[in-house]
C-alpha cells in the first residue's frame, strides 16, 4: 500500500478556500440593499426561471451566489427549517439570526470535514417592523458570519461592487434611488449596459401585511425607475 | 433534527414533519404515527366507524365570482357549551379557506398544516399548487386522520379554492377515509349540516350574487341553529356571530362582523312581523 502523503493542516484549508473564492467569483454578482421601507435585493442573472433570490419566511429572505445546486439544497433546508419551526413554535419566533447561524454551522462543518468545500456565499436578510432594525447577514463559504449594515455584496467581482456603493450609499432612500444605484454598480463592474430583463429583483417591504417579500418583475422595475 | 439532511427531497412540509417529526403532526404519537392507542388493528376489524356526531354547522355556496364560506361559533362538550366564539373557518392561502367539524383540537392543527403546507410547497417551487393539487393534499392529511377516527377523534373539512386556471370558485367535501368529492353547488357539513343544506336548497340557483350568496348562507346557519343543539346562531347579547368569508379571483376577504350583523337584524326582523 502506497504511504499516504502528508499535508499540513495549514496548506490543505488555504486550497479549500481558493478553490471555493475560485468557484464563487466565476458567478454574477449579488446585492442586497436596505431602502426606505425595506430590503432590495438586486441579483445579475439572466435566467428567468433559476432563482438566486427566495423567500424564505414572513420577512426573511435567502439569497446565494457560487454553485446553483448548492445553493438549491441549502435554500430548501432553510426553508424546511423556517417552517419547521414556525409551525413548532410561533411565526414570530421565526428569525433572521437564528437561520443565518445554522447556515454558519453548516457550511463551517462541510468546510472543514468534507473533501470538497461549498462553493457559495449566502445572504440570509430580514426586514425589520415595529420599530426593530433590518438584518443582513453574509455567510461564507468557510461559514464565516458577517453582520452587514445598509448593503452586502456577494459573487462576481464583489470587492469592486463594494467600493463602487461605498461612496455612493445613502440611508433611506427611495426605492428607486436604491434600484438605480443597484443597477449602476452592477453595469459599473460589468463595464456593459444590463437589461432590466437580465436581472432579478425582489424586496422585502416593511408596509406589505404577512409574507413581505415580493418579486418584482423587469416591468415594475421600468416603472420604478421611471 | 439535522439542519441540512439529504434524505428527504419532496417539496411537502407534512411529508416531512411525518419522517422527522412524527409527533407534531395532529395524529401523531412519538415514533408510531398511525397506531391507534391501546388497540391492535384486528380489533377494528368490523367495527362500525363511531357516530359522527360533532355539533357543528359549516357550509359553502358558490356564487358568481367566487364561494361564500361560512360556519357557527359554539363548540361543545356533551350537553355542555365548551366555547362560544370558536372560530371554524381558516383561511388557508390568498385564494382558499377550509372549514371544519369534528373534534376541535386536531382540527385546528390540521388546518395550521395546511396552511404551512400550501406555503412552504410554494416557496421551495417557486409556484403555488393547483386548486385540484391542494384539494387533494387536504385528501391526503385526512386520510393519514383515519387511525384518529376510530378513537372518536374525527377532522371533517370542507375545501373551497377559487381555481385561478378555469377562473371558478370551486367547492369540496371528504369522508372520513380521505375519499375526495366535488360539490358543483352548496355543500353543509356537521351536525346542522342537513339542516343547512335542505335550507340552501330552496334558494339556491347559478350565477348567485355576492350579497344573495351570502344572505343564503347566514339564513341556513341560522336555521340548522335553530334545528341542532350543537349549532350557536347569532347572540344579540354578547355580540357573537357566525363568521364567514369570500373566496374570489381577487383573493380572500373577511365579511365583516358589521355586515353580518345587519344582515341577521334585518333576518330577525321580518321574521318577528311574520309571526
Redesign the interface.
Known amino acids: 500500500m502506497a504511504m499516504p502523503y502528508y499535508v499540513s493542516p495549514e496548506q490543505m484549508m488555504q486550497d479549500k478556500a481558493e478553490y471555493a473564492k475560485k468557484g464563487i467569483a466565476k458567478g454574477r454578482s449579488l446585492i442586497a440593499m436596505e431602502y426606505q421601507d425595506g430590503v432590495l435585493l438586486v441579483a445579475d442573472n439572466p435566467s428567468a426561471?433559476l432563482?438566486k433570490i427566495?423567500?424564505?419566511y414572513d420577512s426573511i429572505a435567502l439569497s446565494g451566489a457560487g454553485k446553483y445546486s448548492e445553493f438549491e439544497?441549502?435554500r430548501?433546508?432553510g426553508?424546511?427549517?423556517a417552517?419547521?419551526k414556525?409551525?413548532?413554535y410561533s411565526r414570530e419566533d421565526v428569525t433572521a439570526r437564528s437561520l443565518a447561524n445554522?447556515y454558519s454551522?453548516?457550511l463551517g462543518t462541510v468546510f472543514s470535514q468534507e473533501l470538497k468545500p461549498m462553493e457559495v456565499e449566502i445572504l440570509v436578510v430580514q426586514v425589520g417592523n415595529n420599530g426593530t432594525s433590518n438584518e443582513i447577514y453574509r455567510i461564507s463559504f468557510d461559514g464565516s458570519i458577517f453582520d452587514e449594515r445598509g448593503y452586502a455584496v456577494i459573487g462576481g467581482r464583489a470587492e469592486a461592487v463594494q467600493i463602487f456603493l461605498k461612496e455612493r450609499y445613502k440611508q433611506m432612500s427611495p426605492l428607486k434611488e436604491a434600484l438605480s444605484l443597484c443597477l449602476a454598480a452592477l453595469e459599473n463592474v460589468t463595464n456593459q449596459k444590463l437589461p432590466l430583463e437580465g436581472l432579478e429583483v425582489a424586496v422585502l417591504a416593511r408596509d406589505r401585511a404577512g409574507?413581505k417579500f415580493r418579486r418584482v418583475p423587469a416591468a415594475e422595475a421600468r416603472q420604478i425607475l421611471g | 433534527m439535522p439542519f441540512f439532511s439529504d434524505d428527504y427531497h419532496g417539496s411537502s412540509f407534512f411529508d416531512y414533519l411525518a419522517r422527522h417529526r412524527p409527533d407534531l403532526t395532529p395524529f401523531g404519537r412519538g415514533s408510531h404515527p398511525s397506531a391507534p392507542l391501546g388497540s391492535s388493528p384486528e380489533e377494528h376489524r368490523g367495527a362500525a366507524v363511531p357516530p359522527v356526531a360533532h355539533g357543528t354547522t359549516v357550509l359553502a355556496i358558490k356564487y358568481r365570482g367566487g364561494v361564500v364560506i361560512a360556519g357557527d361559533r359554539r363548540a361543545t362538550e356533551g350537553f355542555q357549551i365548551a366555547d362560544r366564539r370558536i372560530e371554524k373557518v381558516f383561511k388557508i392561502d390568498e385564494h382558499s379557506a377550509m372549514a371544519i367539524a369534528g373534534a376541535a383540537g386536531p382540527c385546528i392543527e390540521m388546518a395550521r398544516l395546511f396552511q404551512t403546507e400550501l406555503e412552504h410547497y410554494e416557496k421551495l417551487e417557486g409556484i403555488p399548487l393547483s386548486c385540484e393539487g391542494k384539494a387533494n393534499k387536504l385528501g391526503q392529511m385526512v386520510k393519514a386522520n383515519l387511525p384518529m377516527v376510530f378513537q372518536g377523534l374525527v377532522v371533517l373539512p370542507i375545501y373551497v379554492g377559487y381555481d385561478l386556471k378555469r377562473n371558478e370558485g370551486r367547492i369540496f367535501k371528504y369522508d372520513v377515509t380521505g375519499g375526495r368529492y366535488e360539490e358543483s353547488d352548496y355543500h353543509a357539513i356537521g351536525s346542522g349540516g342537513k339542516d343547512a343544506r335542505n335550507a340552501m336548497r330552496e334558494h339556491f340557483r347559478k350565477d348567485l350574487s355576492e350579497a344573495d350568496a351570502l344572505n343564503i348562507a347566514l339564513r341556513a346557519l341560522y336555521t340548522a341553529a335553530d334545528e341542532d343543539v350543537g349549532t350557536g346562531g347569532p347572540d344579540f347579547v354578547r355580540g357573537i356571530y357566525p363568521t364567514a368569508k369570500l373566496v374570489a379571483g381577487a383573493g380572500i376577504a373577511d365579511v365583516e362582523e358589521a355586515r353580518v350583523r345587519s344582515l341577521y337584524t334585518a333576518l330577525l326582523d321580518t321574521k318577528k312581523k311574520e309571526g
Do not use: C, P, W
Open positions: 426561471s432563482y427566495s423567500e424564505v439544497n441549502l430548501k433546508a426553508i424546511r427549517h417552517d419547521l414556525g409551525f413548532m445554522a454551522q453548516t409574507r
